[in-house]
């Protein structure tokens, strides 16, 4: 039995300790998912792995399939869903290399497929989305960060944001106004197809950069890059440890 799904985002493109048993492409109403579903076993456990952005890092937080990946999940018969996201850190406490586990969302994005209950349907549905996030998954993620000494946001608003550019200063205060503590591309409607399939999802984002305007220079990719290269570090020490749990 599969126990877990992860989804890996930027800076998390493979996972590594996995003990990779298998890949599998899986073709699904919506098209196929942004990468072959690895299937291995980490830390005696069976699980899988998607990348998010694909393989080689090539597909935009507006192109990824979001429908197509939480849909291949699903066909597996896996229940739990950890993604791991890259953010900006709006809030002045959410710094770069920081984990952050967001409670609550605020969805900026447009104009993507975002919902399993759009044709061919009997009724209309709509999903309770008052809280987005599963909250045993997240308090299983907070009771290993603990375990593994690791210090962590317990909670967080995260703002999805359409991207691929940056957001402006202007748009980082907005945001802040509504509440947001992390900005990110690729939180919707990835969370959100999760619930249509009572997927238990939960966000484990690291903070990349301080977020427009909050920093003290341009954000750079070279930046984002090196802080998500140490920030990944504690995620995979948190997936280790987490997945014992669950
Ligand atoms: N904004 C949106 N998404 C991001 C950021 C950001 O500043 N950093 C990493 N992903």
């Known amino acids: 039995m599969i126990e877990l799904a992860i989804i890996g985002g930027t800076g998390l493109t493979a996972l590594e300790g996995l003990e990779i048993t298998r890949q599998q492409m899986l073709y699904t109403p919506y098209g196929e998912p942004s990468s072959p579903i690895i299937h291995g076993t980490y830390c005696g456990k069976s699980i899988v792995f998607l990348a998010r952005h694909g393989t080689r890092h090539t597909i935009p937080p507006h192109k990824i399939n979001y429908r197509a990946n939480i849909w291949s999940i699903k066909e597996l018969g896996i229940k739990t869903v950890i993604a791991v996201a890259a953010v900006g850190g709006i809030h002045p406490d959410m710094r770069p290399k920081d984990l952050v586990l967001p409670h609550q969302l605020i969805d900026y994005t447009w104009s993507r497929e975002h919902t399993f209950f759009a ?3 009997t009724h209309v549905t709509h999903i309770d989305f008052t809280h987005p996030y599963c909250e045993s998954l997240r ?7 603990q375990q593994v000494d690791l210090t962590i946001h ?16 202007a748009e980082i205060n907005r945001m802040e ?17 999760a619930r249509e399939l009572e997927l238990d999802y939960a966000t484990c984002a690291v903070v990349a950069n301080p977020a427009a305007g909050r920093g003290s220079a341009q954000i750079t990719m070279a930046e984002i890059e090196a802080n998500l290269k140490q920030g990944v570090q504690n995620v995979r020490r948190l997936l280790a440890e987490v997945i014992r749990l669950v």
């Open 119 to 121: 044709e061919d349907l």
């Open 139 to 145: 308090s299983q993620l907070l009771t290993a960060a």
């Open 154 to 169: 317990p909670q967080g608003i995260y703002g999805a944001t359409q991207g691929p550019r940056l957001e402006t200063a």
């Open 177 to 193: 106004r509504d509440g947001c503590d992390i900005v990110g591309m690729t939180g919707m409607p990835e969370a959100a197809l």
